[in-house]
C-alpha cells in the first residue's frame, strides 16, 4: 500500500505525539483495509508512542482496537500486543502486580504462536516491564533474552533498544558503571539509525547513573540535550523527567535555587499525570534539596515521607503466587520451544551433513571419472606412440626390403655381378646416337665351353663354384668403367666403353687364356675351363642395343662353331 511501516516505527519513536496523530490519520484513511497483520504493526508502534507519551486516552483507543483486530481474524499476537500495552501502562500506574500478570499472560501465549517478530517484541515487553516494576534482577534475565533474539535478528533498531533496556535494568540494578556503558552503546546505535531525539532520551537517562557516581557536571550536560529534544517535541512526561534529572546534578552541584526551579517546573508537569514513581522520585530529589538547604527540617521529612510512600505504592506487588506460577509457565514454554529451535537446527545441521557427504560423494565420482579418462587418454598417447614407432620402423623395413628387392632385382643371385636386366638398363644409357662419331664402345658375348659336361660329371655345385670363379675373373681384366653381366646359364656379357676394336681384341684375348689358366679342381682332378668369345663393336651397322647383341651373339655362334676356346669379332 505504499506506506514505509518501518520509517514509521521510527518517526512514532521519535516524535510520539506526531506519530499517534499519523497514525490515527492513516487508520481513517484506510491505508490497512484488508491488511490485518500490517495493522497490527501500525497499532502496536502507536501503542509504545502512547505509552511514552503516557497519552492514557490513546492508549485505551489503541488496545481496543487491537483487540477488535485480534477477535475478528483470531489474531492471538494482536490480542497480546494489546495485553503488553494495557500490562505496562498498569505498571507505570502504579499496579505493578496485575501489570506484570498481564505482560507475562501476553507473553506466554506469543511464545506459543510460530511468529519470529512477535516473540522478540515479547522478550522486549517482559524486560520493559520489570524494569518498569523495579524488579531489576528479573529484567536482567529477560533483557539478556531480548539481546539474544535482536542480535540474531540482525534488526538495528532491536539492538538498540537492548542496549537501552539492558542499561535501565543494570541502572535498576545499582551498577551505574555498567549501566553507563550501555547508555552510552545505544546512544551509537541511535546516532548511528539517525534518531537523534531518542539518543538526546538515552543521554537523558544516562545522566542519572553519572549523578550516582557524581559525574555531576556531565550529567546536567546530558540533561539538558534530553529536555531540549523533549521540548522540541513537546513531550511533558519527557520535559518533567529530564528537569528532574537536571535538579539532581544541581543538587549535587550546590546550585540549589537552579534546582529549585527545575523541580517545580517539573512538579508543575508531572501533576497532571498518574506517575506515582515519577512523582516520588522528584520528591525525593525535592527532600535531597531541602535537607541540603534547611538541615533536618519538619518540612524536610514530610516531603521525604511522601516520597517513599509512593514509591512503595508503585513497587507493591502483594502475593507474589500468581506471578510466580506464571513465570514459571513462561520458562517452561521458552524451554519447549528452545528445544524445538535446537532440534530444528539439528535437522538442519544432518540436512546440510548429509548434502555436503553427497556432494564429496559426487565431486569423488567426477574426480574418479576424471582420472580414469586421464588415464585412457595416457595409455592411448602411449599407444599412439608405440604404434607410430612400430609403423616407422614398419615403412623403413619396408624401404630397405624395396632397396634390397631393387638391388636383387638387377643382381645375379650365385656370382653376385649385375644381370642382364641391369645391361638392358645401362646399355640403354651408355648407347650413343646411331650418327655419333663415338664409334669405340665394344659389347662382347662369352660362354663356357661343353659347360654341361662339367655339370654332369662334377656335379652342379661345381658347377656353380665354376661359375662364381669365372665372374669374378673377367671382373678383374676388364677396365674400371666396364660392366661384366650374368646373362643366364653359363653365358656373361661384358660391356665396354671407349675400348676400341683393337683394345677389344686385346681384351678378350687375355680373357680367353686367363680362363683356360685357371687351376680348378674337383675330386682330386684337374678341371679344365674354355671360353668362347664373340665381339661387337658399336658401328654405322648397329642401329639398337638388340641389334648390337645380336651382332655379338653372331660372333660367338661362329666363335663355338669354330671349335670353341676362340675369339670371334662380328663384322663391321
Ligand atoms: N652348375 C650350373 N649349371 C648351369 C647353370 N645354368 C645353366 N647350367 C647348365 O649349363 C649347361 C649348358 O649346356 P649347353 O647349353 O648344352 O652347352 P655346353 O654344354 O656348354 O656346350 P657348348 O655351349 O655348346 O659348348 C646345362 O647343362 C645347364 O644345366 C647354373 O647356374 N649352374
Keep these: 500500500n505504499g506506506f514505509d511501516l518501518a520509517q514509521y516505527r521510527l518517526r512514532a519513536a521519535t516524535d510520539r505525539a506526531a506519530g499517534l496523530e499519523e497514525g490515527w490519520r492513516v487508520l481513517a484513511d484506510g491505508v490497512f483495509q484488508g491488511n490485518p497483520a500490517g495493522e497490527r504493526m501500525l497499532l502496536w508502534y502507536m501503542g509504545a508512542a502512547a505509552i511514552g507519551a503516557s497519552e492514557d486516552d490513546a492508549l485505551d483507543a489503541i488496545t481496543t482496537r487491537l483487540e477488535r483486530l485480534a477477535r475478528e481474524h483470531e489474531d492471538e499476537v494482536a490480542r497480546s500486543y494489546a495485553g503488553f500495552l494495557r500490562g505496562a501502562r498498569l505498571i507505570d500506574a502504579g499496579d505493578a502486580r496485575a501489570g506484570l500478570v498481564m505482560v507475562l499472560e501476553a507473553a506466554n501465549r506469543v511464545f506459543a504462536q510460530d511468529d519470529p517478530l512477535a516473540r522478540i517484541t515479547a522478550a522486549g515487553e517482559l524486560c520493559s516491564a520489570y524494569i518498569a516494576a523495579d524488579l531489576a534482577q528479573t529484567a536482567l534475565e529477560h533483557c539478556h533474552r531480548y539481546r539474544r533474539l535482536a542480535q540474531a535478528?540482525?534488526?538495528?533498531?532491536?539492538?538498540?533498544?537492548?542496549?537501552?533496556?539492558?542499561?535501565?535494568?543494570?541502572?535498576?540494578?545499582?551498577q551505574p558503571q555498567q549501566a553507563?556503558?550501555?547508555?552510552?552503546?545505544?546512544?551509537?546505535?541511535?546516532?548511528?539509525?539517525?534518531?537523534?531525539?531518542?539518543?538526546?532520551?538515552?543521554?537523558?537517562?544516562?545522566?542519572?547513573?553519572?549523578?550516582?557516581?557524581?559525574?555531576?557536571?556531565?550529567?546536567?550536560?546530558?540533561?539538558?540535550?534530553a529536555l531540549d529534544a523533549a521540548i522540541a517535541v513537546s513531550s511533558p512526561i519527557s520535559m518533567a523527567i529530564s528537569r528532574g534529572v537536571r535538579a539532581d546534578a544541581l543538587v549535587g552541584l550546590k546550585r540549589y535555587d537552579e534546582a529549585q526551579t527545575e523541580l517545580d517546573q517539573a512538579l508543575a508537569l508531572v501533576a497532571p499525570?498518574?506517575?506515582?514513581?515519577?512523582?516520588?522520585?522528584?520528591?525525593?530529589?525535592?527532600?535531597?534539596?531541602?535537607?541540603?538547604?534547611?538541615?533536618?527540617?519538619?518540612?524536610?521529612?514530610?516531603?521525604?515521607?511522601?516520597?517513599?510512600?509512593?514509591?512503595?505504592?508503585?513497587?507493591?506487588?502483594?502475593?507474589?503466587?500468581?506471578?510466580?506460577?506464571?513465570?514459571?509457565?513462561?520458562?517452561?514454554?521458552?524451554?519447549?520451544?528452545?528445544i524445538r529451535e535446537l532440534e530444528?537446527?539439528?535437522?538442519?545441521?544432518?540436512?546440510?551433513l548429509e548434502q555436503a557427504r553427497l556432494e564429496a560423494e559426487r565431486s569423488e565420482a567426477a574426480l574418479a571419472r576424471q582420472r580414469q579418462v586421464m588415464w585412457a587418454v595416457g595409455i592411448l598417447i602411449l599407444a599412439l606412440i608405440a604404434g607410430l614407432a612400430v609403423v616407422i620402423r614398419l615403412l623403413r623395413a619396408q624401404r630397405r626390403l624395396a632397396e634390397a628387392l631393387r638391388v636383387q632385382a638387377y643382381r645375379d643371385a650365385l656370382t653376385g655381378i649385375p644381370n642382364r636386366r641391369a645391361l638392358n638398363e645401362l646399355a640403354g644409357a651408355l648407347l650413343p646416337e646411331p650418327d655419333s662419331e663415338e664409334r669405340g664402345h665394344v659389347l662382347m658375348m662369352t660362354d663356357l665351353d661343353y659347360f654341361k659336361s662339367i655339370?654332369?660329371?662334377?656335379?652342379?655345385?661345381?658347377?656353380?663354384?665354376?661359375?662364381?670363379?669365372?665372374?669374378?675373373?673377367?671382373?678383374?681384366?676388364?677396365?674400371?668403367?666396364?660392366?661384366?653381366?650374368?646373362?643366364?646359364?653359363?653365358?656373361?656379357?661384358?660391356?665396354?666403353?671407349?675400348?676400341?676394336?683393337?683394345?677389344?681384341?686385346e681384351l678378350a684375348s687375355s680373357i680367353r687364356r686367363a680362363v683356360g689358366s685357371l687351376v680348378l679342381e674337383s675330386r682330386g682332378e684337374r678341371v679344365l675351363v674354355t671360353i668362347s668369345i664373340g665381339v661387337a663393336v658399336f658401328g654405322p651397322g648397329t642401329r639398337d642395343f638388340s641389334a648390337w647383341i645380336r651382332a655379338a651373339d653372331a660372333a660367338l655362334y661362329r666363335a663355338k662353331a669354330a671349335g670353341r676356346n676362340c675369339v670371334e669379332l662380328a663384322a663391321d
Design 455 to 505: 655339370n654332369d660329371r662334377y656335379g652342379h655345385p661345381f658347377g656353380d663354384q665354376v661359375l662364381a670363379t669365372v665372374a669374378e675373373l673377367l671382373q678383374s681384366l676388364v677396365p674400371a668403367t666396364a660392366l661384366v653381366t650374368r646373362m643366364g646359364g653359363e653365358e656373361f656379357a661384358l660391356l665396354c666403353p671407349d675400348l676400341g676394336k683393337a683394345g677389344a681384341i
Design 180 to 225: 553507563i556503558e550501555r547508555w552510552q552503546g545505544a546512544r551509537q546505535h541511535f546516532l548511528a539509525l539517525g534518531l537523534k531525539g531518542l539518543a538526546a532520551r538515552t543521554a537523558g537517562s544516562m545522566a542519572g547513573d553519572l549523578i550516582i557516581i557524581e559525574r555531576h557536571a556531565e550529567a546536567l550536560a546530558m540533561a539538558q540535550e
Design 153 to 174: 535478528s540482525g534488526d538495528a533498531v532491536f539492538m538498540a533498544r537492548a542496549d537501552y533496556l539492558d542499561a535501565s535494568a543494570l541502572s535498576r540494578a545499582g
Design 273 to 338: 499525570m498518574e506517575q506515582p514513581l515519577l512523582l516520588g522520585d522528584l520528591l525525593q530529589t525535592q527532600a535531597d534539596l531541602l535537607l541540603a538547604v534547611e538541615g533536618d527540617s519538619p518540612r524536610a521529612r514530610e516531603v521525604q515521607a511522601r516520597a517513599l510512600a509512593l514509591k512503595d505504592t508503585g513497587m507493591h506487588l502483594g502475593d507474589g503466587q500468581e506471578l510466580e506460577s506464571l513465570e514459571l509457565k513462561f520458562r517452561e514454554r521458552e524451554q519447549q520451544l528452545q
Design 344 to 352: 530444528t537446527e539439528k535437522r538442519a545441521q544432518e540436512l546440510a
